[in-house]
């Protein structure tokens, strides 16, 4: 018997050992950087149509297919997804224009429902169905903005996961769209007028190349009136001289004010605009004119404006800004900076409504509106709240609570007497009582202090052979904080952990915590990201042949660099739509935009920072690399398909050791939000199959 396992074992091996990744031509192409060459052989690969790039896809995808196609419990595992995944489930509940609305799915839709009612426990009626509007689901809602007088619905769609925005309108009462149709927005709101007659948006100039690549700047803040073409929207606001300014429009409850949250990039700052609207001629005025923190509005009271901030308070706060007197001295701190991060606010009620990250979980509270508090909000456990959209005047507020082990229950909340009541919540598929979250706490390269989330069964033994995923993101003042997923619902079912490192960069200890990960302190991040494996291991929570680590998109380009500086310490990876060629990032669609976390290239004192892990630079040929899958979308115009190519072509030239290097592509699809059902379980699906090959599972059967 053992003959025969060692023969199987080397069989397997040379299998492997035999694998003939499709060919990719290296062309003569090169670049100086601050007198640095840099060789760029798979520059042909950035432009995704080209028949060449084609054929590289398509062949890249039948030999994942093929790999993939041979793991015996990859149906099972798809089988089990869709099992768990088909249950009712609810998100998005708001009041607006006197009525109540909220997205439903039935379980294996592939879009979620809009549904409205005029009464919290009134009848439900469908108001928009994304599943009608194309026959595989790629179609998805975006925003949904309801009038002031609550007749009618201006809402977003995106298509294959593009960033584009079609933006229409809909009759609230009778469901049907009016003849409206906007064009080329991307990351945009809208505003309605006070009439309702019309709304604010921001727009693009219309690409003059691939919509998918162009790169995408000088935005423009329009006027759309209900009925008129697109082309007759009036030019509210543009600036020509800083074409990386971007606009969030906002109209004040009482109709006087436009507001304007101005942006830079992907810097989570801005500054603050405003124009009276009730006063013929006015003009565009400087209210904030600072990118010194951010400037969140939440209403006004007249010429008393209420933002959340991190100005001057990089955990941020609660303050207002009388307009009569506008100077930063005058400026009231209503509630101050406390030690934990803020991350969210609503005024409602003559209260605010307040979200705190205490080490990257959710604590709720309450203050009047002139800063004295009232209580704490009781949250069921160790998870997630975000209070939706509420206006002055009303007497209730909505939040959604969700947690690693369980699904969004939307609460409604009586700001006056702080009870909650379940508005809607959706149905529990497992025990979860079965599993555990804990927190714990270890020390990075430098002896920063670091948290990380644990999830998996009760009763886990510490033996080393634990199956792991390790998450990360560390980037863009984003908090990772606890939150539901069926795909690790048929990990841990299997005996995997689940953890989750909150690495320097992200948001969860405010500003300080950020800039520790940006820029020239980039590295931290890898750091961190390192040490939380090392800590497993050495914790024997799992060891180097059963830890996978995993990120999307900044994620992926973490999971790039760590792999390359580490490749003896990871079982498998799992780089997803990464940014990979930190060269030529912000060359393509809103790449330019994350300068402010990454630095440029094109800048001689961040240039070396960059080049000193760029995941496409950093790989070394003659090294044995763990299996990696590395996925992307032929419609990611986030951060386009180019950097998983390149990579992808590298990664499988360089490869000195047996274990497969893949690429899935898939088609029709984006960056990832808006996906439909089929398409994540399907991926999913693929994705721990190829773990289970990979780190050699033996899960149990289901």
Same mark, same amino acid.
């Given at each position: ?26 062309? /003569? ?256 005025? /400087? ?38 007197k506008p100077e930063r001295k005058e400026w009231a701190a209503i509630v101050p900076e406390q030690k934990e991060t803020l991350q969210e606010a609503q005024v409602a009620g003559g209260m605010i409504a307040l979200s705190y990250l205490k080490d990257a979980y959710s604590t709720g509270k309450i203050y009047k509106l002139n800063g004295a508090f009232v209580r704490d909000v009781a949250l069921p456990g160790i998870g997630t709240i975000a209070w939706s959209q509420a206006h002055f005047a009303d007497t209730e507020l909505f939040y959604s609570y969700t947690s690693f082990t369980a699904p969004t229950t939307m609460y409604r909340y009586n700001p006056k007497t702080g009870s909650s009541t379940v508005a809607r919540q959706s ?80 948001? &969860? ?55 390359n500086q580490r490749p003896d310490l990871f079982g498998a990876a799992l780089p997803a739509v990464g940014v990979m060629d930190m060269l030529r990032f912000h060359k393509f669609t809103i790449g330019w935009a994350w300068t402010v976390d990454y630095g440029s290239p094109d800048n001689v004192e961040e240039f070396p920072a960059l080049r000193s892990y760029s995941p496409l630079h950093n790989i070394k040929p003659g090294v044995k690399y763990p299996p990696t899958l590395i996925t992307t979308a032929d419609h990611d115009d986030r951060v386009v398909s180019g950097h998983s190519f390149k990579y992808a072509a590298a990664l499988q030239q360089a490869q000195a050791g047996p274990a497969p290097i893949l690429i899935r592509v ?15 379980? &399907? /991926? ?19």
């Open positions: 018997m053992r003959l025969s396992l060692i023969a199987l074992t080397g069989v397997l091996l040379a299998a492997e050992l035999k694998m003939s990744y499709p060919p990719a031509k290296r062309v /003569e192409q090169a670049d100086v950087y601050h007198g640095v060459r840099i060789e760029d052989p798979y520059r042909w690969l950035e432009d995704p149509d080209s028949p060449e790039s084609q054929a590289w896809v398509t062949a890249q995808n039948a030999l994942t297919e093929k790999y993939l196609a041979q793991v015996p419990g990859r149906e099972r595992i798809r089988r089990r997804l869709t099992e768990l995944w088909n249950f009712e489930r609810y998100s998005g509940f708001f009041k607006a224009g006197g009525r109540y609305f909220f997205l439903r799915n039935d379980g294996l839709q592939n879009q979620s429902v809009l549904y409205t009612l005029t009464s919290i426990n009134g009848p439900e009626r469908a108001l928009l169905d994304p599943n009608a509007l194309s026959k595989d689901g790629t179609v998805a809602l975006g925003t949904l903005h309801v009038s002031n007088n609550g007749k009618l619905l201006a809402y977003s769609i995106s298509r294959s996961g593009s960033d584009w925005l079609e933006w229409r309108v809909r009759s609230i009462d009778t469901g049907q769209d009016l003849p409206d149709l906007l064009l080329w927005s991307k990351f945009s709101t809208v505003a309605w007028s006070a009439d309702d007659k019309g709304f604010y948006y921001q727009r693009f100039a219309q690409p003059k190349t691939n919509e998918l690549t162009a790169v995408v700047d000088n935005a423009k803040l329009y006027y759309h009136r209900l009925g008129a073409p697109q082309s007759s929207d009036e030019l509210v606001y543009e600036r020509p001289d800083q074409k990386d300014w971007q606009f969030e429009a906002i109209t004040s409850e009482d109709g006087r004010y436009l507001i304007l949250l101005v942006s830079k990039g992907a810097e989570d700052k801005n500054m603050v605009f405003y124009r009276d609207l009730k006063t013929p001629g006015s003009k565009v005025t /400087e209210l904030v004119g600072m990118f010194d923190g951010a400037y969140i509005f939440l209403g006004n009271q007249d010429k008393r404006f209420y933002f959340r901030s991190t100005g001057s308070a990089p955990r941020g706060r609660i303050i207002a800004i009388d307009l009569a149905k529990l598929i497992f025990d979860p009582s079965a599993y555990e979250t804990k927190q714990v706490f270890y020390n990075s390269k430098d002896g920063t202090r670091i948290p990380m989330f644990l999830v998996h069964k009760k009763g886990l033994s510490l033996n080393g052979t634990n199956p792991t995923i390790l998450y990360g993101y560390g980037g863009f003042n984003i908090s990772i904080t606890p939150s539901f997923s069926v795909s690790m619902l048929q990990w841990m079912e299997q005996g995997g952990i689940y953890a989750v490192a909150n690495l320097r960069g992200g948001g &969860e200890y405010g500003e300080a915590w950020h800039e520790a990960g940006v820029k020239q302190n980039k590295q931290n991040v890898f750091d961190d990201f390192i040490a939380a494996a090392e800590w497993l291991i050495a914790n024997k929570y799992t060891s180097t042949p059963k830890l996978a680590i995993s990120g999307r998109s900044n994620g992926g380009l973490l999971v790039g660099a760590t792999l898939d088609v029709k699809a984006g960056h990832g939000a808006g996906k439909p059902t089929a398409k994540l379980i &399907e /991926e999913l699906a693929d994705t721990y199959a190829f773990l289970e090959k990979a780190l050699d599972l033996k899960p149990a059967v289901k």
